[in-house]
């Protein structure tokens, strides 16, 4: 798991950068964002089934020979699911110019991502009961046969969506190359010079450190911390991902004047609440009943703040989309490492702890990093689209400008 974060988020920044750099006959005719997506795809494929199947001819080999085995494919995976992420998210910059459209398109793709978590819940959850009493009896060794299976539908669909989205999207050339230099590599050093890039990050960090926490300690939560049955272990998490959903719809349909400060006030009351009341909650009626409503709390205020970030992202972004990628890579690597350091450092003062440590570390990890991020929010400026753009020698003062390079007269 380690290997995975590492190489995830030294990868993120790397091909957000070439990705951007890319210029070459295949990106001319293909489109860039898409040869990388496609460059990540069969990296995913040629190494998912390797990482949930048995060692191959490892029957006597010695366990760190396994482990170099295993951390082989996994990196090929990470570099690859980190090209398929970032290629996919840039795309949306370079789809539509609207800021209003670009939050749109930014909720229907967390929708499908949360569909997905669900749709894979569902189908482990038939393979386990078509083929046992997962009721009465644990998951054990003899039991990865089924998990292979789920493997190979889920990669089989993820094939099947990747190939409908590479011959149905086609890529534009981006706006921003008809009148930004050529010299992107000074651009790029540019971008890392402004203050609200690293403000944005931030916000985005936090609010990853809030969805992606969660997910990791609230099973554990159920468990050590309220002792609840194997099935709530399945059935909580499942209402954290329908709220979810009900926040990516509520972003697809809101109208123009919920700004990105409204949508993160709501998803952060939202998410705080239920990390209050998971810290105080214990009772009964709590276990059996409200824990549910806790979960949809989470779920829904998690969804609404991630979208929000991504969305004061590409507005960061705004007309420089031959930049985007980069701007997402960074992003992404600022999640990647603080999301692996708190899961290290939780888990390390976690043996030996009390039964309430997974709740105080939920409610106060969490709770604090969406305070954080609702802080720095509200001390956005009234406007973040175009921000990145600069004309010459900028400072690190120049997003308080709001400088836009005009598009030269034909």
């Not at 890319?22 to 190494?47: D, E, M, P, Q």
């Not at 909580?236 to 972003?251: E, F, H, N, R, T």
């Not at 009964?284 to 549910?292: A, G, N, R, S």
Request: aromatic share 12%; hydrophobic share 50%; net charge neutral.
């Amino acid at each position: 798991m380690l290997i995975g974060q590492i190489v995830d988020a030294v990868s993120t920044p790397f091909v957000g950068y070439h990705s951007d750099h890319t210029n070459n006959f295949l990106s001319a005719k293909y489109g860039r964002r898409k040869l990388w997506h496609l460059f990540g795809t069969l990296c995913v494929i040629s190494s998912f089934p390797f990482i949930f199947t048995e060692c191959i001819g490892c029957t006597m080999s010695h366990k760190w020979a396994q482990m170099f085995y295993f951390a082989a494919f996994i990196i090929i995976f990470q570099i690859g699911w980190a090209a398929v992420q970032i290629s996919h998210l840039s795309l949306i910059p370079e789809l539509a110019e609207d800021p209003h459209v670009r939050t749109h398109l930014t909720a229907i793709r967390y929708g499908f991502t949360v569909f997905s978590n669900i749709f894979v819940y569902i189908i482990t959850w038939l393979i386990l009961h078509l083929t046992g009493k997962c009721d009465k009896e644990q998951v054990g060794p003899a039991d990865a046969w089924k998990f292979r299976e789920v493997m190979l539908i889920v990669l089989a669909v993820g094939l099947l969506a990747s190939v409908i989205f590479h011959l149905a999207v086609t890529e534009k050339q981006p706006r921003s190359q008809l009148y930004v230099d050529d010299n992107s590599s000074t651009f790029h050093c540019d971008i890392l010079r402004k203050i609200l890039l690293y403000h944005v990050a931030i916000i985005y960090m936090s609010t990853r450190l809030v969805v992606n926490i969660s997910q990791v300690l609230i099973p554990l939560y159920l468990h050590q911390t309220l002792g609840l049955a194997a099935r709530a272990l399945a059935v909580v998490p499942l209402a954290s991902y329908l709220g979810s959903l009900a926040a990516a719809g509520l972003q697809r349909l809101s109208p123009r004047s919920f700004t990105h400060k409204f949508s993160y006030i709501l998803g952060s009351a939202s998410a705080l609440s239920g990390f209050v009341w998971v810290y105080f909650g214990s009772d009964y009626d709590y276990k059996v009943m409200f824990i549910y409503i806790v979960a949809v709390l989470i779920g829904f205020g998690g969804a609404q703040m991630l979208v929000t970030s991504l969305s004061l992202t590409a507005d960061l972004v705004g007309d420089s989309t031959h930049a985007s990628a980069f701007v997402y890579g960074l992003m992404s690597f600022t999640d990647k490492l603080s999301c692996g350091a708190a899961i290290a450092i939780i888990q390390m003062f976690a043996d030996g702890a009390e039964s309430s440590y997974y709740r105080d570390a939920l409610s106060w990890v969490c709770g604090c990093a969406t305070v954080l991020g609702l802080c720095l929010t509200l001390a956005l400026p009234s406007t973040t689209h175009n921000s990145l753009v600069t004309i010459s020698n900028p400072t690190v003062n120049d997003d308080e400008e709001r400088i836009v390079t005009p598009i030269p007269t034909l």
